[in-house]
């Protein structure tokens, strides 16, 4: 598991600089600068249709670039396909959480780890992953299709834990939930960012996004336009009024 890492807080594990991704002719992310530092929790947040998960899929190789750079362990990363990249430690839970329906629990964990030969630390991660959501353990031989949508939410945060990121993207991870599980997967997620897992968070509940991470970012349009300390986002007016209902 990435709690190994030497933290090299300061060095820039994800750099993106001047993205700009089009649908069609529309241009949904428009020069969009950010990064993300080793060890940080790092959100972006902003209403919905704002460019926030286009850019996350253009991190990941889902989508391509029409312009800018993207680059991850100080290396371009453009036109490389995600596989590759969860092979380089960077792994994304997309939104709607795409778990493995006709599967077992267990099964999908597994999955996980499919770019893994360690057999007796995958055995491990697994262990580590079933006391992070000990409900998962409880159900490891359910079928995921039957799961709640917040257990279907552990359990693709718990998969792509087993592939050991360096880097974990997380899109949209309480959209759907109960207040109670989205309760449970904020304190899941600094769980597993002071376990040394540098974590990009997009996330519309811009409250409890900003409340745990270390520096946010704020999408409009598709642009960045402000960022800052998380706590100094938290009380700034113009969030405040734009995004906390204030």
Do not use: C, H
Request: proline share 3%; glycine share 12%; aromatic share 4%.
């Amino acid at each position: 598991m990435a709690q190994d890492m030497a933290i090299n807080s300061g060095k820039a594990l994800l750099k993106v600089s001047g993205l700009k991704v089009a649908y069609g002719g529309i241009r949904a992310v428009k020069g969009v600068d950010f990064e993300v530092n080793e060890g940080e929790l790092v959100t972006l947040i902003g209403s919905n249709g704002a460019g926030k998960t286009t850019t996350m899929k253009a991190i990941t190789g889902m989508l391509s670039a029409a312009d800018g750079d993207i680059e991850y362990l100080g290396q371009s990363i453009q036109g490389k396909g995600s596989w590759d990249l969860v092979r380089d430690g960077l792994a994304m839970v997309p939104e709607g959480r795409g778990v493995f329906a006709r599967m077992s629990i267990s099964e999908n964990l597994q999955m996980g780890a499919y770019i893994r030969n360690d057999k007796p630390e995958i055995a491990n991660d697994m262990e580590m992953v079933f006391g992070i959501f000990p409900r998962l353990k409880e159900r490891q031989d359910q079928l995921a299709g039957t799961l709640s949508g917040g257990e279907q939410q552990m359990l693709a945060m718990g998969r792509a834990l087993m592939s050991r990121p360096k880097l974990l993207l997380l899109d949209e991870p309480s959209m759907g939930l109960s207040p109670i599980m989205v309760d449970k997967i904020f304190e899941v997620i600094r769980d597993v960012a002071s376990r040394g897992v540098t974590i990009l968070l997009v996330e519309q509940n811009a409250s409890r996004a900003l409340g745990i991470a270390d520096r946010g970012y704020v999408m409009e349009s598709g642009m960045v336009t402000m960022t800052g300390q998380a706590k100094d986002l938290l009380t700034d007016p113009r969030v405040r009024a734009a995004y906390l209902g204030e």
